[in-house]
């Protein structure tokens, strides 16, 4: 058997590190750096990892600030590939999307 012999059920893949929360016990403040996955080093990724059933984008940032985040549902969607989406629940598309599955992740809730 060789590397092109398996098939993969899915994976994760971070989007990005930026976030619009700053949690206090957040891990990963100081290594908020701009980097993002661009729609195209994505569909490449995707593509290479063919057939996949699904796909989730998380990591320690949010992925709806990713500019290109419609673009990769959009894709996974044509693809028949189900994504799920780990997400602070703050930037919510209106959108609804069939193969699309939201993880809400709270960290932290604070009484007020």
């Avoid at 980097?35 to 059933?53: C, E, G, H, N």
């Avoid at 799920?84 to 009484?111: A, M």
């Amino acid at each position: 058997m060789n590397a092109n012999d398996i098939i993969l059920p899915g994976f994760q893949i971070e989007v990005t590190r930026r976030c619009n929360l700053n949690c206090i016990q957040c891990n990963r403040k100081k290594d908020r750096k701009e980097k993002v996955l661009t729609f195209s080093q994505f569909k490449k990724i995707v593509d290479a990892a063919m057939p996949i059933q699904k796909v989730q984008l998380l990591g320690g940032g949010e992925p709806f600030l990713n500019k290109d985040i419609k673009k990769m549902i959009d894709y996974c969607g044509e693809k028949k590939i189900h994504m799920g989406i780990v997400t602070n629940g703050t930037l919510l598309p209106d959108t609804v999307y069939p193969h699309v599955t939201y993880v809400l992740s709270i960290d932290h809730i604070i009484e007020e």
